[in-house]
């Protein structure tokens, strides 16, 4: 298809610099460390990525990384811009693969008073992204434990110190201004 509107196909884009296309999870694990003390490793790691930015430009990606302990627990680290978010819960809520089918799923509404966000509908972006991605099987009425929602301000989509970047959004300004959104969430297995 992007060979029809002219424009060079990804293989080769991905083939001329395949480094921009490389993510890293090492941020998810300083993140787990920080809100839950432990210590993990990562079993799955999936980005999705704006065609030709890459990591360049981090506010148009969204990154789902899967990390376990051997206590039998799981953390999700979701990171992304805002417009990726949107797009992904659209995606999926489309294909059917959301826990629950609604139509006020989407996690960023106009309201009133402004642009609002809900929290809830990104953990469930979350599950859903590890259920299609990883082959999990979550529901929402598994034993799971998710924080607050964080503006991220960091310019870089692998971050050696990223956990220090995530803010509470009652501590931010104004968080429509964020560079990326992220969540941190752990579920117990039964």
Not at 34 to 58: K, V
Not at 61 to 74: G, M, P, Q, S, Y
Not at 83 to 109: C, W, Y
Not at 145 to 167: G, V
């Amino acid at each position: 298809m992007r060979e029809n509107f002219g424009y060079v196909p990804f293989e080769e884009s991905y083939r001329k610099d395949h480094t921009i296309y490389t993510a890293s999870g090492f941020s998810a694990q300083e993140v787990v460390q920080r809100f839950y003390g432990a210590t993990s490793q990562i079993t799955n790691m999936t980005a999705e990525f704006l065609d030709t930015t890459g990591i360049h430009l981090p506010h148009h990606t969204i990154k789902l990384v899967e990390l376990a302990n051997d206590d039998r627990l799981f953390y999700y680290v979701l990171t992304g811009g805002k417009g990726p978010i949107g797009a992904k819960t659209d995606e999926l809520n489309n294909a059917k693969k959301f826990l629950r089918q609604a139509d006020n799923i989407l996690p960023f509404r106009i309201e009133h008073e402004g642009l609002t966000v809900d929290t809830m509908s990104i953990v469930e972006l979350a599950l859903a992204m590890a259920n299609d991605v990883f082959d999990r099987n979550w529901t929402v009425a598994d034993s799971l434990h998710a924080h607050e929602l964080f503006a991220i301000e960091s310019d870089q989509m692998i971050d050696l110190q990223e956990s220090r970047k995530w803010q509470s959004l009652n501590e931010f300004d104004d968080w429509t201004k964020s560079k990326r959104m992220g969540i941190v969430l752990r579920i117990q297995t039964r």
